[in-house]
């Protein structure tokens, strides 16, 4: 059992687009709250885009108007869209079930329900 599973990352040139997927299951799946970070290497893991149960949503200002968080509720899914991208977005991205925090944390066993990742990578 996988709470929470992410796919979508991929290698790709500057300016183009993914959609990152977060599927989360079991108890991860009734989070009021749901963030995506990211965590480049020698850099702290970044909450980047939040949504909530109720469909608000946030969005760490170095992403906002690039990046989009949704949900699909009935597939237990969290999307991020990731438009325009610049190789500084490169990092491996998370997907955090049961934290709805933006910017740098610190992970700490117990809290949230954390995917293994997956990698998004840039090129000039």
């Known amino acids: 059992q996988v709470p929470v599973v992410e796919s979508g990352g991929d290698s790709v040139q500057s300016g183009g687009s993914l959609k990152l997927s977060c599927v989360v299951s079991?108890?991860?799946?009734?989070?009021?709250?749901v963030t995506w970070f990211r965590q480049a290497p020698g850099k702290g893991r970044e909450g980047i885009a939040l949504?909530?149960?109720?469909?608000?949503?946030n969005y760490l200002d170095s992403v906002k108007g690039r990046f989009t968080i949704s949900q699909d509720r009935a597939k237990n899914t969290i999307y991020l869209q990731l438009n325009s991208l610049k190789p500084e977005d490169t990092a491996m991205y998370y997907c955090?079930?049961?934290?709805?925090?933006?910017?740098?944390?610190?992970?700490?066993?117990?809290?949230?329900?954390w995917g293994q990742g997956t990698q998004v990578t840039v090129s000039s």
């Open positions: 949504i909530n149960s109720g469909g608000l949503t």
């Open positions: 079991g108890a991860a799946a009734n989070a009021q709250c």
């Open positions: 955090a079930a049961d934290i709805c925090q933006l910017g740098i944390v610190i992970p700490v066993a117990g809290f949230g329900y």
